[in-house]
Structure formats: C-alpha cells, structure tokens
C-alpha cells in the first residue's frame, strides 16, 4: 500500500520495525538532502546540471580528470559542512538497537558512519567521496592533500609515484562494482526480514536488484522516497513523504 500521510505510516512502519529480526535498510541519495547535499535525479539535482563522466573518459583522457577534480572540490564545501539528518540518526539508533546490523549504501558522503554508525558496519556500494585512492597501486590519499597539490600546480592534480591515476575512491559509471562490499550486501540482503530503501529513485543496477532480491527471499519491503519508485508495486508499504519527517520517529 502507499501511505502520503506521515502519522499513519510512522504506525505501520513502527509495527513493521517491531515485529522484525533483522532489519537492513538500504539508502540513496535522498537521505542527505536535507544535509545540503543534492540528489542526482531530483528537479535542480546534480544531473540536470551536469552529465557524469565515466569511468573510461577519467582514464583515457588528462581533460577529464581535470574536470572531474574541479567538479569534486566545487562539492567540496557541501560534503565538508554536511552533519548527519534525522534519517541517518534513526538509522543509527535502530543499528544502536541491534535491529540492523548492517546497513547498505549508494551513498559516498560517509553520513552513516558519522552518525555513530561504525565503519565495519556499513557497506559502501559506490565507494566513498571524502578520500581519494592511486587506481593501480591503491595507496589512499587524503583530500587536503590532494587539494593543496591542485592548487600549486593549476588545478591539475597529478599522478601517484607509481604512475597510476588518483581518483574519488567512489565507483563511477563504467567502473567495476567492488567484490567485498556487492558480497556483503548480498548476504545482509538474504538474512533480513526487513528491507527498507530510504531515497533512492532505486534505477542504479547492480544495486537496484537488492530490493527485489531481499523481496524473492521473503522479506518484507518497504520503500520511503517522495517520488515513485521503481518498486511501489511490490513493496509491502510504500511511505511517500519526506524521510526526515517519517524517520525522526525512530531516533532514540
Ligand atoms: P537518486 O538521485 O536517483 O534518487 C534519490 C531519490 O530520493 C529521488 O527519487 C528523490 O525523490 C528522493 N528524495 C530526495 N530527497 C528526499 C527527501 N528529503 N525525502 C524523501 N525522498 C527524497 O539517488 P540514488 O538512487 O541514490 O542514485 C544516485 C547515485 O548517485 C547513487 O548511486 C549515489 O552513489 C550517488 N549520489 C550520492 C550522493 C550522496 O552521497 N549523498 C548524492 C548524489 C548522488
Ligand atoms: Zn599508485
């Protein structure tokens, strides 16, 4: 069912939550909104403004790294000033509960893990924004770092000693999902009896199918995003309103 009014689904959520083993909940870009950093795909989200670039136009070509970079740190004060919102502090006091364990993410701002949610217990889909890796060589490199190098050589950013190109460590369109994190969504996807997908438009595949996957096992789905989703048909509750406000219910 599809609930617009926030009171009435705070209910059957609660129930939901209540009744529940093993919660995962699985969250997209719409749980940081409020925390000033835009989605992707709403009105005035990042895509309407600007194409991604893939990951084979970062590696092929110098003018494309450039422009990633100068893209990444016109973010930068957004991502520094972000603070966790209402629905990643809910998310952490049910984690806090022992109700989920785990919790999955496309999101790349690291809000879970400060929201007091360890780092052990979060699993990165797309990898993280906050710190930069050597893509061959896999050495990390801090963004202050990395900023000061950009700034001394014109907004150029160079390569690692070893050679290899210094990028985000997020996973870019193109660019291969990362083993350990896809095998350990799957299996917090296949132990939970609660699916909760919390602002994601749920279009992005491979992560996409954990929701369906979490449904084929038997779990319970429930999706909170104030647009339609990709699965309001085969969710057991569909909560369409803002996260924030449906969420704040459950901070401890
Ligand atoms: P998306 O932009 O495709 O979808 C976000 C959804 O959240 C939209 O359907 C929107 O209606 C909804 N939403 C936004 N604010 C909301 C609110 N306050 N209450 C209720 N619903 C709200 O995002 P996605 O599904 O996560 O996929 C986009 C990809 O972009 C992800 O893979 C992610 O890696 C990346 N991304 C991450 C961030 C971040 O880390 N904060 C930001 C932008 C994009
Ligand atoms: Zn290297």
Not at 57 to 73: I, P
Not at 87 to 116: C, E, F, W, Y
Not at 192 to 208: I, Y
Not at 221 to 229: D, H, S
Request: aromatic share 8%.
């Amino acid at each position: 069912m599809i609930s617009t009014d926030i009171k009435h689904s705070v209910e059957r959520l609660s129930d939901m939550v209540e009744t529940s083993r093993r919660i995962l909940p699985f969250t997209g870009a719409g749980i940081s909104t409020e925390c000033g950093i835009p989605d992707f795909r709403s009105p005035g989200g990042i895509w309407t403004r600007m194409p991604p670039i893939p990951f084979d136009a970062f590696v092929a070509r110098q003018e494309m790294r450039d422009e990633t970079w100068r893209r990444r740190f016109a973010m930068e004060e957004q991502f520094r000033a972000a603070q966790p919102g209402r629905g990643h502090r809910a998310l952490a006091s049910l984690h806090a509960r022992g109700k989920a364990p785990t919790i999955v993410t496309q999101n790349i701002d690291n809000l879970h893990q400060m929201s007091g949610v360890p780092a052990s217990a979060v699993v990165e889909l797309h990898g993280n924004t906050t710190y930069a890796i050597c893509l061959d060589c896999e050495k990390r490199f801090e963004l202050s770092w990395i900023k000061a190098q950009y700034d001394a050589y014109q907004g150029r950013v160079r390569d690692c000693d070893c050679g290899g190109f210094i990028k985000t460590a997020t996973v870019s369109f193109g660019q291969p999902m990362p083993d350990a994190p896809m095998r350990h969504a799957k299996n917090a996807t296949l132990e939970c009896d609660l699916f909760l997908a919390v602002g994601s438009s749920l279009v992005v595949w491979p992560a996409a199918g954990f929701p369906l996957m979490a449904k084929r096992n038997g779990a319970r789905l429930v999706i909170i995003n104030r647009e339609p989703t990709e699965f309001d048909e085969i969710a057991d509750l569909v909560v369409r309103g803002d996260i924030g406000d449906v969420l704040a219910h459950f901070i401890l």
